[in-house]
């Protein structure tokens, strides 16, 4: 018998010369209530950004009608995301935005609320930043008709990639881009779920302007402004939605 | 199954979306073919006609959740749940997600892995959707289709852009059926027949 050894990705597969194929057969799935994922919160305390760089600064400085405001948005979103005392250690409050994802509408209205602020700014790129930047970043690319590209951890992509350092609380740590991704005259975005010390935007943004591309805007769902994260973009604009 | 085999032969998309991965040889180490998919999202018609033929077959078929396996099935379930209206659910590598998840280890070749997910992110009952972008062997998907099921939910399918019949005929694994959009491309390879 013929068989074809191949290797596929990092796993093994034998292929036999012959297939046969069934077709697909859907069971369908018992129709049950589901009850809302808990989610425990504390709002998130409202520093007072610029404006127009947070959506519920520009909610409120703009004269869009409609009863799904901004504001209205912005609420569902803050109430959404989940806050985790002390992960990955003691003192540090995680934003946990996997509860967001569980809330269709709120996780909609987030893309919502960055595809409204893009689609018209002739963004050619959404850089996303592993791995939550991956949730948010291709629907945001999809929508405005834009490039996605991701930003990984060392050693993921394949091919020749460029790397940026960038530092830690303790040590550094590098991201890549594929070489060729992006050229010269690309307007992008950068997208993480969260900016912090703005360490990992920083490198993203660096990695761009390396190749020549134009960093629009950086653009998170959440920022901690305690960490001063939007100072260390320098002259690069933040938007957020929860700060 | 083939989605070409299975309603969309001749669909002109089908042959845009396997032209827009590239294969980049000896990745990660001597002998391994990788299917990259970085290149099928440079390309947005591509990219939107790969969720596009997902989101046309699953929309009516009550799913609630919709599982993406990290990292590269982030970039795939996220837009196919936001068109169907399901919830997103991450399955992740070990101490990722913070808060109570539940683990399933898995056999590499040498070596095992694991995956995790939230407790209470899915309920009993729910139909859930597993998405990657890459069905080689089965283990990692295995693994996932553990998880849910030790939720209680019922998986319905899983959805991957690129893969192969897990034996000879066999598009089931534990039970599941499997829905692939191409097959890996074998560009450069010598055959060992």
Not at chain 1, 47 to 62: E, H, K, Y
Not at chain 2, 71 to 79: C, D, V, Y
Request: proline share 8%; hydrophobic share 45%; net charge negative.
């Amino acid at each position: 018998m013929n068989s074809l050894k191949i290797f596929l990705n990092s796993d093994v597969v034998i292929l036999n010369s012959q297939r046969s194929f069934s077709s697909g057969n859907f069971v369908n799935p018992l129709k049950l209530p589901s009850p809302s994922f808990p989610t425990k919160y504390h709002s998130i305390s409202a520093s007072t950004p610029p404006l127009t760089t947070t959506a519920a600064a520009a909610a409120a400085s703009s004269h869009m009608a409609g009863p799904t405001s901004d504001d209205d948005r912005i609420s569902r979103i803050t109430s959404a995301i989940r806050v985790i005392p002390d992960f990955p250690k003691p003192g540090i409050l995680f934003q946990d935005i996997t509860t967001l994802l569980l809330d269709p509408v709120a996780f909609k209205d987030t893309i919502d609320l960055f595809v409204e602020r893009y689609k018209d700014k002739d963004i050619s790129v959404v850089a996303g930043v592993e791995a939550r930047g991956f949730i948010f970043g291709p629907p945001i690319a999809l929508a405005i008709g834009a490039k996605f590209v991701p930003m990984r951890k060392p050693n993921k992509l394949p091919g020749p990639v460029i790397s940026e350092e960038y530092s830690l609380e303790y040590g550094t740590d590098k991201i890549e881009m594929h070489v060729g991704a992006v050229q010269t005259g690309d307007r992008a975005l950068v997208i993480d779920d969260l900016i912090a010390t703005g360490g990992t935007l920083c490198a993203a943004i660096n990695l761009l302007e390396r190749v020549g591309a134009q960093v629009v805007e950086c653009a998170c769902v959440i920022e901690l402004p305690e960490l001063k994260g939007r100072d260390r973009l320098g002259d690069k604009p933040l938007f957020v939605l929860v700060s | 199954m083939f989605a070409e085999e299975n309603g969309l032969h001749g669909d002109p998309r089908i042959k845009a979306i396997s032209d827009a991965i590239r294969v980049v040889p000896h990745f990660p180490k001597p002998g391994i073919m990788f299917q990259d998919i970085t290149t099928l999202l440079l390309d947005p018609k591509a990219f939107r006609y790969t969720v596009d033929i997902f989101v046309d077959r699953y929309r009516d078929k009550n799913i609630s959740v919709v599982a993406g396996v990290e990292a590269r099935g982030f970039i795939f379930g996220p837009p196919i749940a936001l068109a169907i209206g399901a919830k997103f659910v991450p399955l992740r590598k070990p101490r990722k997600l913070p808060g109570e998840v539940i683990s399933e280890a898995y056999v590499l070749e040498y070596g095992t892995d694991c995956l995790e997910m939230h407790v209470g992110a899915v309920q009993p009952g729910e139909s859930v959707l597993i998405v990657d972008d890459l069905v080689a062997t089965g283990g990692t998907l295995s693994a996932a289709i553990r998880l849910l099921e030790r939720a209680g939910a019922e998986v319905v399918e899983c959805a991957c852009v690129i893969g192969l019949p897990l034996v000879k005929g066999n598009w089931r694994l534990n039970g599941v059926p499997l829905y692939v959009l191409v097959e890996p491309r074998l560009d450069d390879l010598e055959c060992t027949l």
